[in-house]
């Protein structure tokens, strides 16, 4: 069993694209711009839009953090979001989710420029990443194929089962999966599924996606399989400081010692997900 250093990668990653960047300002052009609109001061978004700030400085690019109240009207909201449109040295923005439940999401969602979309969420990047076009990928599953693409593990040809329908992770995961170039065989398994076990006991690689800790079992897993875990749930555990443990939806010590890779929670997919964003605002820069 070999363990994906998601952590290490990230950092690797990073620095790659800190190089790059340099390379830009000796070439007279300006750093990369993020820029991120956080609503109220839900933890697990100050953390989130904390690690993006930190990656940002990392990288070489300039960040810019818009904080409103959880009060902060749809309106307000959406003149940010034209305004960041419209600047020239903004190059991407995410707005930063959950939002407030008064907040209409999808309606936030489709405001941003797709050009500027590095979260890959707008329906535009969503489409043309259905059909093979040239677009920003979501984070998690851009990090993913990045992680799977580094250990040199072969997807072309092999069985890959998907848990989660989620248009952030499970949606756009097996899209990425089964695009030209990365040529997996996809299923796709959510609520509704009957048996996984039976369907995930053939798979090659399983990406579990759906906010359930300890879902996947050993008995679903095949030995040899590649197995990445995108669950972070926080589960109470008062002897940790924080006062809770972030738990993955793989059952770890049952599971690890019948695959071949393994992710680990924490550090494995979390790292990659705020790297794939630097890298997708590298490229809006570019003009990719």
Same mark, same amino acid.
């Given at each position: 069993m070999?363990?994906?250093d998601? !952590?290490?990668?990230?950092?690797? %990653?990073?620095s790659?694209?800190?190089?790059q960047?340099?390379?830009m300002?000796?070439q007279?052009k ?5 820029a991120?609109i956080l609503?109220g001061?839900?933890?697990?978004? +100050?953390?989130?839009?904390?690690s993006?700030?930190k @990656?940002?400085?990392?990288c ?12 902060v009207?749809e309106? +307000?909201?959406?003149?940010?979001i ?8 903004v190059?991407?923005? %995410?707005?930063q989710?959950?939002?407030?439940a008064?907040i209409?999401?999808?309606? $936030?969602t489709e405001a941003?420029n ?12 969503v489409g043309r990443?259905? $059909?093979g076009?040239?677009c920003f990928?979501?984070?998690?599953p ?7 693409k *580094?250990?040199?593990?072969?997807? *072309?040809? *092999? ?8 248009n952030?992770v ?14 997996a065989t996809v299923t796709?398994c959510?609520?509704a599924?009957?048996d996984i076990?039976? %369907?995930? *006991?053939s798979?090659? %690689?399983? $990406? @579990?996606a759906?906010? !359930?800790p300890h879902f996947?079992?050993?008995?679903m ?6 197995v990445i ?8 555990d ?18 690890a010692?019948?695959?071949?890779f ?7 997919v979390?790292p990659m997900? $705020?790297?794939?964003?630097m890298l997708n ?5 570019k003009?990719?």
């Amino acid at each position: 069993m070999q363990l994906i250093d998601g !952590k290490a990668t990230a950092a690797q %990653i990073k620095s790659e694209i800190a190089r790059q960047v340099q390379q830009m300002i000796e070439q007279g052009k300006r750093r990369p711009h993020l820029a991120a609109i956080l609503v109220g001061h839900d933890g697990g978004s +100050e953390t989130y839009v904390a690690s993006k700030v930190k @990656a940002c400085d990392e990288c070489g690019f300039k960040s810019t953090l818009i904080r409103f109240e959880s009060d902060v009207t749809e309106q +307000e909201l959406l003149a940010t979001i034209d305004r960041l449109n419209k600047d020239p040295e903004v190059d991407g923005f %995410i707005v930063q989710l959950p939002l407030p439940a008064h907040i209409n999401e999808q309606r $936030i969602t489709e405001a941003v420029n797709p050009d500027k979309d590095v979260d890959g969420f707008h329906p535009v990047n969503v489409g043309r990443l259905s $059909i093979g076009l040239p677009c920003f990928h979501s984070a998690t599953p851009a990090g993913i194929i990045e992680l799977l693409k *580094r250990y040199n593990i072969p997807t *072309r040809g *092999r069985r890959a089962v998907v848990i989660g329908r989620s248009n952030i992770v499970g949606k756009p995961m097996a899209a990425l999966l089964m695009s030209k170039g990365i040529d997996a065989t996809v299923t796709v398994c959510h609520s509704a599924t009957a048996d996984i076990a039976d %369907i995930t *006991r053939s798979a090659d %690689i399983i $990406i @579990a996606a759906l906010g !359930k800790p300890h879902f996947v079992t050993a008995d679903m897993v095949k030995d040899g399989a590649t197995v990445i875990d995108v669950g972070t749930t926080r589960v109470p555990d008062a002897s940790r400081k924080s006062g809770f443990r972030l738990c993955g939806d793989v059952d770890f010590d049952a599971v690890a010692p019948k695959c071949a890779f393994i992710t680990p929670v924490p550090g494995g997919v979390g790292p990659m997900t $705020i790297t794939s964003l630097m890298l997708n605002t590298l490229k809006a820069a570019k003009g990719l």
